[in-house]
């Protein structure tokens, strides 16, 4: 049992993620569930052995001092991977997604076609957001493609690490990995204000200072996407306000305001077929009315904006979880999960 031959195995049976831990037979994530997989029980030496045969001198030294790492690679036959090594009760583990090579287009992901609207925005700000493991590096993926596929532009992505690969096409891109190319991501937004830029990616919005240059950027004629760990539209603003001191929150509402162009918040559900997920989303749109509330920073107002902003091309995700289970993509049981009013969904037999 080698890594290479997991996670070939891993990209054979779809599996999203590969878990190696301590005591515990390797660990596939499929349709976001857990398999356990019949192999041996790894011991401590086994997993730092596994872990350490992909890193570098200079990764090892790295590691050891921070016990954290995060990085990429792509193996011969095998996807791309996103790794982060970590400790855990003393021994050396790792978590690995894979990445497929092929970028997806945002219709081919089932999104809402004003995604597309938003991609082809010539400046301001788009936010991706919803928990870990929902996509959101893809839905960025796909809009940064559409971009590259449609207009000249110079587009300056940064990631922690790179996951999707990007060929020039009509766009030149330039794809920055914070701690191999930048130190990090406040630093890296900084400096790719002076390089020309029409479009900047990031990866992930993690302080203060990524925040604030990223508003700067937008509000300066740059569009800009971004990611956010938020569940929804709504969470989405408060967090982004929090961040900041007291004093300074009222500059951020009204730099928000003019800049937010929309919040796409996603969850990935399992099919009902089990021929994998789907993705559920909520959009919100900055119309005048959502900037005003941003502004006054009334933001509990928004879900009633939003369910009532269909023209505008926005929705609540229980309108889409609703959609999908008519469909007959979703069970009922998946869809009143993630939903936070029920009395949309009527008791009854799956679709």
């Keep these: 049992m080698d890594l290479a031959s997991l996670l070939k195995e891993a990209q054979q049976k779809n599996a999203s993620d590969l878990h190696i831990t301590e005591n515990t037979p390797p660990i596939f994530r499929i349709d976001g569930k857990l398999i356990f997989t019949d192999y041996n029980k790894i011991d401590r030496e086994e997993t730092k052995d596994m872990v350490y045969s992909i890193l570098n001198d200079e990764q090892k030294k790295i590691f050891e001092k921070n016990l954290e790492l995060d990085l990429s690679l792509t193996m011969p036959g095998i996807q791309r991977v996103r790794i982060n090594v970590h400790m855990q009760r003393g021994s050396v583990e790792a978590a690995f997604r894979l990445v497929s090579l092929r970028i997806r287009s945002i219709r081919e992901l089932g999104l809402p076609t004003i995604v597309e609207d938003l991609a082809r925005k010539p400046y301001g700000l788009v936010l991706i957001t919803g928990p870990t493991g929902t996509g959101k590096t893809t839905t960025l993926a796909a809009m940064t493609d559409l971009i590259n596929n449609e207009k000249e532009h110079l587009i300056v992505v940064i990631e922690d690490p790179i996951e999707y690969m990007h060929v020039n096409k009509k766009s030149v891109i330039k794809q920055r990995e ?41 509000e300066t004629g740059h569009l800009v996407l971004a990611t956010l760990h938020t569940p929804d539209a709504p969470q989405t603003i408060d967090r982004i306000i929090d961040v900041f ?94 939903a936070k009013d029920l009395s949309e969904f009527k008791e009854g037999e799956d679709k």
Aim: aromatic fraction near 4%; glycine fraction near 4%; proline fraction near 4%.
């Design 245 to 338: 001191p007291p004093y300074q929150q009222r500059q951020i509402m009204v730099q928000l305001s003019n800049s937010l162009l929309g919040v796409v918040a996603q969850r990935l559900l399992p099919r009902k077929d089990m021929s994998g997920r789907v993705a559920a989303t909520e959009v919100m749109i900055a119309t005048s009315a959502i900037r005003n509330l941003i502004r006054e920073n009334e933001t509990e107002q928004m879900p009633t904006l939003i369910q009532t902003g269909l023209q505008y091309g926005m929705h609540t995700m229980d309108r889409s979880l609703k959609q999908l289970y008519d469909q007959g993509m979703i069970s009922r049981e998946s869809a009143v999960t993630f």
């Design 178 to 218: 914070v701690y191999s190319d930048t130190h990090s991501f406040s630093e890296a937004l900084k400096h790719a204000l002076r390089q020309d830029p029409d479009v900047i990616v990031v990866g992930e919005m993690r302080d203060l200072e990524t925040i604030s240059t990223v508003l700067t950027a937008a």
